[in-house]
């Protein structure tokens, strides 16, 4: 399981830092990603890393959030500065995990709510 935090009300311009941490038994971690929902609206991605620590971010984030990963601490991270309040979302975590039975696996957290707004 996933376990998201972080999310929050932020004022535009503000920052937050966003964790994820994965619970249970498994082999390693190939990939992790944060992807973000507004309302009536499909899921879309923000930036993701590999295990080799390659990331990749859509452009209208690039410069203002850094993605991080702690595999040891089955944790990832999102620091979001420079807020804007169209960011206002309901923010996921994923991650592609290796498990011992059933190869490779994409998880997903529940999602938390960040809030950009004056």
């Not at 535009?12 to 009536?40: D, E, K």
Request: aromatic share 10%; hydrophobic share 30%.
């Amino acid at each position: 399981q996933l376990q998201a935090s972080g999310g929050g009300l932020v004022q535009p311009g503000g920052s937050l830092r966003l964790s994820c941490v994965a619970s249970g038994t498994f082999r390693s971690i190939n990939a992790t990603g944060w992807y973000r929902q507004h309302p009536g609206k499909e899921r879309e991605l923000v930036a993701t890393i590999t295990s080799s620590g390659h990331t990749n971010y859509a452009d209208s984030v690039k410069g203002r959030f850094t993605i991080s990963g702690d595999n040891a601490k089955r944790t990832v991270y999102l620091q979001m500065n420079s807020l804007k309040p169209e960011e206002t979302a309901v923010y996921y975590c994923m991650m592609n995990i290796r498990t011992w039975t059933t190869g490779d696996m994409i998880y997903w957290g529940k999602g938390t709510q960040v809030t950009v707004s004056s």
